[in-house]
């Protein structure tokens, strides 16, 4: 039996996850044994960027399975995206994210260099920005990051909270005192957009900021009072570490 495009997808996706790059190089082998014609992993993404372009969505178990969306049936990255905190993705880019998501989670700052000659318009989505904001803010290159997003921001493209707070909650790693005043500084900007925390997203936010030894423990009490004005309910272990901190 061939498998689908969706199944590679999951399994490179499992492999990058969990580093285990030798795994992944064996399933793009095999893909190209089976006869997709793959060198690269670049024509890999350019060429099974729709589910469909390879073989056509059938009548299958897992088509018929009831209220179980693609990307949680594939256990894609983008399911909590989509279907936790509700954002919009161009499913024509599913394996972008897919690799980019990898890229990020295994902080490999040479793969997520984006071809600005990319033919596809809406490239890079939302997702894709949040992941390689992601990997430059894990490698501890805040400034890169921040130009990624101003970038982003200044090319008059859609914004989502989300952006906001991968930047915000990518430089809090560490405590940094710039990384610190950048995270608030941020949150500033978000509200003066009309960008509302949702309750999980300002108790992860919340959490780290709490983290926080030295400085005056301003961002995590503007968090705090930005959740209180809000009338969010932060979640308990980031109530614990706010007063324990």
Request: contains cysteine.
């Amino acid at each position: 039996m061939k498998p689908m495009v969706q199944t590679y997808v999951c399994l490179l996706n499992a492999c990058a996850a969990a580093g285990h790059i030798d795994r992944a190089y064996a399933i793009i082998c095999d893909m190209t044994a089976a006869g997709l014609g793959l060198n690269k992993i670049i024509k890999f993404v350019e060429r099974l960027k729709e589910w469909t372009s390879v073989e056509a969505s059938g009548a299958s178990a897992e088509n018929l399975m009831m209220g179980v969306a693609e990307e949680e049936l594939y256990n894609l990255p983008t399911a909590e995206y989509v279907h936790r905190r509700g954002g919009f993705l161009n499913r024509q880019l599913t394996v972008y994210h897919v690799v980019f998501h990898a890229c990020a989670d295994l902080g490999n700052v040479e793969a997520i260099v984006v071809d600005g000659n990319s033919k596809e318009e809406k490239y890079p989505d939302i997702f894709i920005v949040m992941q390689i904001m992601r990997c430059y803010l894990c490698a501890r290159d805040i400034d890169n990051a921040l130009k990624t997003f101003e970038d982003h921001m200044n090319a008059k493209k859609p914004a989502a909270p989300e952006l906001y707070v991968t930047l915000i909650e990518g430089a809090m790693i560490g405590h940094a005192p710039n990384g610190m005043q950048l995270a608030q500084d941020t949150l500033v900007k978000m509200t003066e957009r009309d960008f509302f925390l949702s309750p999980k997203m300002g108790s992860d936010l919340l959490l780290i900021a709490s983290g926080e030894k030295t400085g005056g423990y301003t961002t995590a009490t503007y968090i705090w009072d930005l959740m209180q004005a809000w009338k969010i309910t932060p979640s308990l272990p980031a109530v614990e570490a706010y007063y324990n901190g």
